[in-house]
């Protein structure tokens, strides 16, 4: 019986002591250490303001004359001298953060900082408070009077509760009563802000696997970037105005079936929910092209849908320009689209299809007119993904009927080998040193810059290429990019420049306007009409015609700051028409060097991760390696801000399997998230998919501790910086002691004393800002 009731007891101790560790997110703080000396009155200096509820002849500032820790704290100023008062005038002003501080999706709200006040007890005092307009201040209810302390003191985790689920300013209020006092008056430093939040769950992002459907369809729901957690995936009919749960939708993936168009999302719960990003499939036999920007669309392969032009039964508009993606499905698969009638304005309203999905896709050809685009458009066998784009532009003119097409899926490839020629963006010649660039061409190939969004090279009705090269480059080092183009002979050389990108990207697809671009006429001009990118240029715009663009047009623009490893793409154009050529000398300064830039070939088959002693452990493995330099470990917490945290050395070019791994040798406080950079020898880069972790230690790791009749002696081996509240009960739950203490990285030794205690079993319990520790000492 009496084994009994000691078990009972301890199940009653570990009710009694606190043990509900839930982490904090520090909302705001400030060390005043990155700020210089001066008032905040009537100005916001260095973030804060004064507010005067009461004028007085104190003012407060920012100063380093009396910095509590550091070099700078936040004081009073009087008389021309930082860190004293007006004591002899009354007054009640405010310093407050100029930003509201966001806690609106936040409870359990707590406030620490360091303060030192002389004053005078009981009339010259200081006091915390909040404000949601900066001009009404009302005191926390469980703000200290601070006065009379000459040497440092600490606030730590004071409750500020009443300001949760608020944005408010956080003010420092100092009160006098123009009668006597002592400085200095209230200074302040070190201010920390923490709250608990509502649902720190992270949900992720889902996606749909078939997102336009016909008819009865299946798609495949998934998520990425999630936290840990169950999973209820969600379906709205009505927009997203209302939602259901599917039932035993509890797993990732998740395929689904439906004959309406459904909005997806994923409910994650792990001690509250949040949802993921939506995604919708829509059923609907008909795809209507886009009259502006982008839109992609996976097809039901096994249906058929109609395709039509933006105005769908009726004429589509004037000024259009958008693109779409139809990709099909299942892999293996081809798109197919049978245009059955195709009707736009002649030479002026103009559809591209790309064979693809990527900027740097070839383009299978350039249509308008009346019916000179019929019957079948396929995706070819050199495009894997299967997919096709189309992109539509109209002028500001006449407009017509458009087009109508049926899209399937299709297991043969087109017969058609695409091919690309320097005339053409996507037969690019790549630059891979700074030695002379000669170029030059009697063509112009597709007609792929129409002036709608490229008006610098093609005044309104004109097309923007005569006789036109394409090139590709990329620094191997940053600096400095400059150049000059001299053509052989008298010839009007336009050009421009697009980037920066991660491969080749080309405008008719992206839709982008150059960074670079130069039609000025300039035929007649010495040395054949010589320009480029010329220091001491300014101008990045210059328009012969109808828009100047720059302060002085000579042809000449501001060079290009470059980084390693971006890509730029070129077009240089003989607007004369008549086969000049021209050489082009590079002007490399700072340290920028160029070099070719092939594609990152690495196939990784797998990304997973595990828990080895609380840390987390990657592993990886590819398939294929070309070029592989090195993998950079990158990870983020739930706000996805990733950080570099280590390399692991790729194998070059390989065609076997290889493994890999990293060890996160840093403990986690809550689930973190890790992603892989794979980086070539000439500083290209990929990003592979996101994983989550949630091996994280919470508890602080005693090295040593010892009980006696009247101190309590602590070793605590901590991994961070972090305030602590150690405590000492009883085996009824009663505080025999408790001491605020601040840890530094690594061994730290607490004493605590000023106590007697009998023989027993007694109780230690670290309360930090992340990890806590309880454990049982006897005192014998």
Excluded at 691 to 704: G, L, P, Q, R
Aim: aromatic letters at 12%; glycine letters at 10%.
């Amino acid at each position: 019986m009496k084994r009994i009731f000691t078990r009972f007891k301890l199940v009653v101790l570990l009710f009694i002591i606190p043990s509900y560790f839930q982490a904090q997110t520090t909302l705001f703080s400030e060390t005043f250490e990155a700020a210089s000396e001066g008032e905040l009155s009537g100005t916001t200096f260095n973030g804060w303001r004064q507010y005067t509820v009461t004028s007085t002849a104190s003012d407060w500032a920012i100063s380093n004359n009396c910095p509590i820790t550091g070099s700078y704290s936040m004081t009073l100023h009087a008389y021309g001298v930082y860190c004293e008062y007006a004591w002899d005038d009354t007054g009640n002003e405010v310093a407050y953060y100029a930003t509201l501080i966001d806690a609106t999706a936040y409870n359990t709200t707590t406030l620490s900082f360091d303060w030192r006040c002389r004053g005078e007890v009981g009339y010259d005092y200081g006091k915390v408070c909040w404000s949601t307009n900066g001009t009404t201040w009302t005191d926390f209810t469980n703000s200290g009077t601070y006065v009379n302390q000459a040497t440092t003191q600490s606030v730590t985790n004071l409750n500020i509760s009443e300001v949760d689920g608020t944005s408010f300013y956080l003010g420092f209020r100092f009160i006098n009563d123009g009668n006597t006092g002592t400085d200095p008056g209230f200074n302040i430093d070190n201010i920390v802000v923490r709250a608990i939040s509502n649902c720190a769950v992270v949900a992720g992002t889902s996606s749909a696997s078939v997102t336009t459907g016909c008819g009865s369809t299946s798609t495949t729901l998934s998520l990425a970037g999630e936290g840990a957690g169950s999973i209820q995936w969600q379906q709205s009919t009505d927009g997203g105005a209302t939602w259901n749960n599917i039932a035993g939708a509890t797993t990732d993936p998740y395929v689904h079936t439906t004959s309406v168009t459904r909005m997806y999302r994923a409910a994650v719960t792990n001690g509250c929910t949040s949802y993921s990003t939506t995604s919708t499939l829509t059923i609907s036999c008909d795809i209507i092209h886009p009259s502006s920007g982008f839109v992609s669309t996976t097809i039901n392969c096994g249906a058929s849908y109609t395709y039509r032009d933006p105005g769908n039964t009726s004429d589509y508009g004037n000024n259009q320009n958008g693109l779409i993606t139809l990709c099909p499905s299942t892999p293996g698969q081809y798109i197919n689209v049978n245009f059955t009638s195709f009707n736009t304005q002649s030479s002026n309203d103009n559809i591209i299809v790309f064979d693809g999905n990527n900027a740097g896709d070839d383009i299978l050809g350039i249509y308008s007119g009346n019916g000179t685009l019929s019957g079948n458009v396929r995706a070819t066998a050199s495009n894997t993904s299967g997919c096709l784009s189309f992109r539509f532009y109209s002028n500001g003119s006449t407009t017509a009927s458009g087009w109508t097409a049926t899209v399937t899926c299709n297991a043969t490839p087109s017969g058609i080998t695409p091919s690309s020629n320097p005339e053409d963006c996507q037969g690019a010649i790549p630059i891979c040193n700074n030695g002379t660039f000669h170029g030059g061409t009697n063509n112009y190939g597709f007609d792929e810059l129409p002036d709608q969004w490229n008006s610098c090279l093609g005044n309104p009705g004109t097309r923007g290429e005569y006789e036109s090269t394409w090139a590709v480059f990329s620094p191997a080092t940053s600096g400095t990019i400059g150049f000059s183009i001299t053509p052989t002979s008298a010839a009007d050389y336009d050009w421009a420049i697009w980037g920066p990108y991660t491969s080749l990207q080309c405008p008719a697809f992206t839709n982008d306007v150059p960074i670079r671009c130069s039609s000025t006429s300039l035929a007649n001009t010495g040395g054949g009409g010589t320009t480029g990118l010329i220091a001491p240029a300014a101008d990045v715009i210059e328009q012969n015609g109808e828009y100047g663009g720059g302060s002085n047009e000579n042809g000449k623009l501001a060079p290009l700051n470059v980084l390693a490893g971006q890509v730029y793409v070129m077009m240089l154009d003989n607007w004369d028409a008549n086969t000049t050529t021209f050489q082009l000398n590079w002007n490399l300064t700072n340290g920028a060097t160029l070099d070719c830039t092939p594609p990152l070939p690495v196939t990784m088959s797998s990304f997973v991760n595990t828990c080895v002693d609380g840390k987390t452990l990657l592993k990886w493995t590819t398939e294929t390696e070309t070029n592989n330099d090195y993998f950079a470990i990158e990870k983020s917490d739930e706000k996805f801000q990733f950080y570099e945290i280590g390399r692991v050395s790729g194998n070059g070019n390989s065609n076997v399997t290889n493994s890999y791994s990293f060890v996160d040798d840093f403990y986690n406080d809550k689930t973190a998230y890790y992603r892989i950079k794979q980086v070539d020898y000439n500083g290209e880069f990929m990003y592979h998919r996101i994983i989550a972790s949630s091996c994280f230690k919470d508890e602080f790791e005693v090295v040593n501790q010892q009980l006696m009749a009247n101190s309590l002696d602590l070793i605590i081996n901590s991994v961070q910086d972090e305030k602590i509240l150690v405590q000492l009960f009883d085996i009824h739950g009663k505080l025999i002691v408790e001491s605020s203490e601040q840890l530094k990285l690594g061994n730290n030794k607490i004493t605590l004393d000023n106590f007697n205690i009998n023989s027993g079993i007694y109780l230690v319990n670290l309360v930090g800002e992340i990890h806590h520790y309880q454990n049982k000492l006897f005192r014998k």
